[in-house]
């Protein structure tokens, strides 16, 4: 709410306040502090937010998604997760492997990662694979999983010299390129 603090000149909404009605995908939600997870499961429990600055609370309909690439159960018995939002979360778990298990999946995700740079970037060139790029990129470790393929895609995509990426325009996130 304005004047809750320094430099709140404003009322502003919250995620949470912009999600009502909706959903909220929290990513990463195994790297949170265990302060931000409480905050979190209070407001899982309670239906409401309070603001910053505000004197009561407002309820919200929220439907929550989150993900993580932590085994939770793991991090709840070390202690770095807390067990009652575990289970506030835990309603449906849908388990994905990593993109190094499934090799068979890459070539479609490139290609649909592709589409989607170019899309947002229509200046590109670059619209399909050689046979050998697509060949380099499913060899790959990918232990950045889907987002070191996407970079991997878009530095390609953004470096070919032709509208065909080839394997030599594939470069894994840890190399570098003199341009």
């Avoid at 949470?16 to 499961?41: H, S």
């Avoid at 202690?79 to 090799?103: K, M």
């Avoid at 790959?140 to 970079?151: M, S």
């Amino acid at each position: 709410k304005r004047g809750a603090f320094t430099d709140a000149r404003a009322d502003r909404v919250g995620l949470f306040q912009e999600a009502d009605g909706g959903t909220l995908f929290l990513d990463e939600i195994g790297d949170l502090p265990m302060a931000l997870q409480a905050k979190i499961l209070r407001v899982l429990q309670e239906r409401e937010v309070r603001p910053p600055g505000a004197t009561k609370a407002e309820p919200i309909d929220v439907r929550v998604v989150a993900a993580t690439h932590h085994d939770l159960r793991r991090s709840v018995k070390e202690g770095r997760f807390r067990e009652d939002l575990f289970y506030r979360l835990g309603v449906l778990t849908i388990e994905r492997p990593p993109l190094r298990s499934r090799r068979e999946d890459i070539p479609l995700r490139a290609r649909h990662l592709l589409e989607e740079f170019c899309k947002r970037n229509p200046d590109l060139g670059a619209r399909s694979f050689s046979d050998n790029a697509l060949d380099r990129l499913s060899g790959l470790p990918f232990p950045g999983n889907v987002r070191e393929l996407r970079n991997i895609i878009e530095r390609a995509a953004s470096l070919a010299d032709s509208a065909v990426i080839t394997a030599d325009d594939m470069l894994p996130a840890s190399a570098s390129r003199l341009l």
